[in-house]
Every structure is written in structure tokens, then in C-alpha cells.
T-cell receptor
């Protein structure tokens, strides 16, 4: 009965590669989010999607692109990975901005 | 930037002790959320406070929203090892959440 799920849990890859992280929610929420948590545990929002429309797009590199095939899915695609992209990426969903439900995270390590 | 400051950054205490952590902002906000994040997992929502002066209790956890809606506190009574984790506060701003850097809490048995 997982509410928000992400795959993979761990991702180790080399610089320059392209990778994707998948996210699915079964809560029926209208909005989904992607966050990046750095080594100091600071959460920074990257994107959010509401009914398949991008409503927040923070100043992240355009190497990052969210893709939402339907309301229950929001995938994150990353091109030309860099060392600085290493972090934990969290997917979340919610009915409003105030209460969000998070996935277990994807730990990305770029070598 | 409407920052949230959390204090202390780190707290390590013995089981059974009481503690309070704080979340402060220079600006007024309409609501504030507290989350707990355990190692290797995502943040989990604990509570939302919306009214100035509001107090909410969740078992041994007491959350308070300041009268001026610029600050909040989380008090834990008789802390247990299971309370260990990163406590994050977040405020609403233009349809997104602004997050504090968190208080890392360790409860030693």
C-alpha cells in the first residue's frame, strides 16, 4: 500500500551519463513535486506539476527535466550528469502546497 | 528570501529528558508544518498549525504556533530513542513550501 514510491532507491553513475528517476503516487493527489536534498540535509524544491502542467520551475539547470505521463506519475530525467548532482532526490505529492507526502528518496552518486 | 531558521541545529540528549526545538522567521506566515525525517527515508508530516497561539499535541509532542505567526516550537516530553531523527519545519509561500535546515535530534538510550 505504498503511497509515494520512487525507483531506483540507489543510483550510481558516471559523469556525462543520462539517467531517469521514476515516481508514482496512489493517493489521488493533484500535485507532485521533486526535491533535492544536499549533504547538509537542506531540502530545495526543483519542480512541481499540477494536473500535468508545470506550475513551479525553480532555477535548476536545464539538464533536469520533469516528465508527467499522467496525474499519478512524475519522472525526473537528468542529462549530462555532473559531480554536483550527487544528492538525495525526493518525490512528493499533495492536494495543496501545505501538506506533502514524500517518497523514500533516490540517492544519486555521480563518479 | 523568506528564510526559516531552526535551532538548535543538533541536539543529543538522554532518554527520558525533555527538549524544545524552534523554528523562526522574520515574516508572518499563514501556516507552518512540522515534519520528521528518519535516516534513509523521506520526511513525514507530523502537524500543520494555522492559527496564532495554536497548540497541538501528538502524544508526547507539543507543537505551538507563535501569537504573531512568525515562529513555532516543538516540545518533546520524556524523549525516547524512537524520537531520533531530523525535524524540519516548513512554511507556505506562493503554492510551495519553504523549508528550514532542520534540527538533528539524537536520543540516547
Amino acid at each position: 500500500d505504498t503511497a509515494v514510491s520512487q525507483t531506483p532507491k540507489y543510483l550510481v553513475t558516471q559523469m556525462g551519463n543520462d539517467k531517469s528517476i521514476k515516481c508514482e503516487q496512489n493517493l489521488g493527489h493533484d500535485t507532485m513535486y521533486w526535491y533535492k536534498q544536499d549533504s547538509k540535509k537542506f531540502l530545495k524544491i526543483m519542480f512541481s506539476y499540477n494536473n500535468k502542467e508545470l506550475i513551479i520551475n525553480e532555477t535548476v539547470p536545464n539538464r533536469f527535466s520533469p516528465k508527467s505521463p499522467d496525474k499519478a506519475h512524475l519522472n525526473l530525467h537528468i542529462n549530462s550528469l555532473e559531480l554536483g548532482d550527487s544528492a538525495v532526490y525526493f518525490c512528493a505529492s499533495g492536494t495543496n502546497a501545505y501538506e506533502q507526502y514524500f517518497g523514500p528518496g533516490t540517492r544519486l552518486t555521480v563518479t | 528570501t523568506q528564510l526559516l531558521e531552526q535551532s538548535p541545529q543538533f541536539l543529543s540528549i538522554q532518554e527520558g529528558e525533555n527538549l524544545t526545538v524552534y523554528c523562526n522567521s522574520s515574516s508572518v506566515f499563514s501556516s507552518l508544518q512540522w515534519y520528521r525525517q528518519e535516516p534513509g527515508e523521506g520526511p513525514v508530516l507530523l502537524v500543520t498549525v494555522v492559527t496564532g497561539g495554536e497548540v497541538k499535541k501528538l502524544k508526547r509532542l507539543t507543537f505551538q504556533f507563535g501569537d504573531a505567526r512568525k515562529d513555532s516550537s516543538l516540545h518533546i516530553t520524556a524523549a525516547q530513542p524512537g524520537d531520533t531523527g531530523l525535524y524540519l519545519c516548513a512554511r507556505d509561500s506562493n503554492y510551495q513550501l519553504i523549508w528550514g535546515a532542520g534540527t538533528k535530534l539524537i536520543i540516547k538510550p
